[in-house]
């Protein structure tokens, strides 16, 4: 397993390398190089410096060019900067992840690396360890080379099923041939957790499923709080919930089932979306989606593209879905001058205008609201029960007479 957990008291250091390429412009390379900043901080480690290249695309030899690679061994090999860790924002194939530790001789992660210490440590339940556990053996199995971790020590003396090395066995194949073993019994354990999760969905009734989905640390956990009432774990950093949350919720005596999801992120590892199939079966059999965006964030636009993305494959974009723009009690903007006339940036988006706009686009199915303030929480309870109404009368005709007579 990737072991490296950095929880302890003392921060390791890192420097972050990322691309500027021409599919990646400078400020989204700089924008993305903030949220592995963000990581790292998730994962209790400290960024020294940043190195950043233009290139045409990634060296397939080193992912930086050579030239580069030199620059950040300098940096990392002298002593008083006190590197521990270099950290690279995409996923690094096994050669380049063998290449560079050969040049660099610290610790390398990637983003899926790190994605997955932070999971590992967050998950709780014993579903989300198992769900991570599988994610990690299968992000190890290809890189098994450069990781060599000495895995029969885990195999606990012949027990799990796994073989100790036989003669003439080198220990490549012997850790590669656990691994499997691993994999294989993981999801076996995955396989019987989906068919409990399964027939727990199924015994919920036909009460209306409400999914809240989002970017992670959108706010999706505070308003879950705020909604059932329930002390949901919240906390400012990404991914504070793995495990999917399910609260009976009610709204003017209408009942349904509210649903608090894992968040997404730019290049999630496919991984995790595998091993977390189960959790995210409860976005796949919602009846209604509420998509909540932390308005606040300078590229809230392309987060929410990489939200849909993901829905999109997970759904097919079938589901109606409610936008929720939270925390608008910290979004902020720079007025522009009326003779200015450059082009209006997101900075210079007043929030009326940007509700206005949105109001519009999406044909009044979206609301504005701050979960922490506690800001126009009526409209959005206003606007969720004519959805979920709408739902239930349509599962339900004999329903709609109860509504409008006690209505």
Known sequence: MIKDRTTGTNPENAVLVGLITPEQRESQSREYLDELEFLAETAKIRTVRRFIQRLEAPNSLTFVGSGKLQEIRDFVEDADNGIDIVIFDDELTPRQLHNIEAGLKVKIMDRTSLILNIFAVRARTAHAKTQVELAEYN?????????????????????????????????LETDRRIVLGKISKLKSEIMEIDRQKSIQRQNRGRLVRVALVGYTNAGKSTLMRLMTGSEVFVEDKLFATLDTTVRKTTIDNLAFLLTDTVGFIRKLPAELIESFKSTLDEVREADLLVHVVDVSHPSFEERIEVVDRTLEGLTGGSKPVITVFNKIDIFSYVNKEADDLTPLTRENISLDDLRRTWVSKSHNNCVFISAVGRQNIDEFRAVLYDRVRSIHVNRFPYNDFLFHHFD
């Open 139 to 171: 992000y190890m199995l290809p890189r098994l080379k450069s990781m060599w971790t000495h895995l029969e020590r885990q195999s606990g003396g012949g027990g799990g099923g796994f073989r100790m090395r036989g003669p003439g066995e080198t220990q």
